[in-house]
């Protein structure tokens, strides 16, 4: 996790909200990613996706089984989906995402037995720091006046 808090530094410093993420498989970081919707232009831009695409590239495989998933946030439905497709074999977490989280916090899609594919969770790993982190970032935007809700 504390590999992941590193690339959500690297969003953070591109004005990104400041998640990281990287995917793990037989002790071997095999792929990484941090946010960058608003620097590429890409809604689906989030720190897991940009992670289990440099995964699946590194391992020629679309499918990433027993692979390990590490963010510094709970994953939100759009990256649950593309977990579960990948065949993601467990997901870490660092701060719940009360907003949109989807392994547990709003929906529980991830161990969801109705799906053909089942992501064991782990949650709240260095929750305070991965939480602070964002709470800081986001502080800082409204008293700049970047954003105006969050």
């Known amino acids: 996790m504390q590999r992941a808090l590193l690339l959500a530094?690297?969003?953070?410093?591109?004005?990104?909200?400041p998640v990281g993420a990287l995917v793990v498989l037989d002790d071997e970081v095999v792929g990484e990613g941090w946010n960058r919707p608003i620097k590429s232009h890409d809604?689906?831009?989030?720190?897991?996706?940009?992670?289990?695409?440099?995964?699946a590239t590194?391992?020629?495989?679309?499918?990433?089984?027993?692979?390990?998933?590490y963010v510094t946030l709970e994953p939100c439905v759009?990256?649950?989906?593309?977990?579960?497709?990948?065949?993601?074999?467990?997901?870490?977490?660092?701060?719940?995402?009360?907003?949109?989280?989807?392994?547990?916090?709003?929906y529980a899609l991830l161990p969801e037995n109705k799906l053909n594919h089942r992501v064991d969770v782990k949650s709240g790993v260095l929750e305070?720091?991965?939480?602070?982190?964002?709470?800081?970032?986001?502080?800082?935007?409204?008293?700049?006046?970047?954003?105006?809700?969050?």
Do not use: W
């Open 78 to 106: 759009m990256c649950a989906g593309a977990i579960i497709h990948a065949r993601i074999a467990r997901v870490i977490f660092g701060a719940y995402d009360a907003k949109t989280g989807a392994a547990g916090s709003v």
């Open 9 to 17: 530094e690297r969003a953070e410093s591109e004005g990104e909200v």
């Open 58 to 69: 590194f391992m020629s495989n679309y499918r990433l089984p027993r692979a390990e998933l």
């Open 128 to 150: 305070t720091h991965c939480a602070e982190r964002l709470q800081s970032f986001f502080r800082e935007r409204r008293q700049k006046k970047i954003i105006k809700d969050d």
């Open 43 to 55: 809604p689906s831009s989030h720190a897991e996706i940009n992670a289990l695409r440099a995964a």
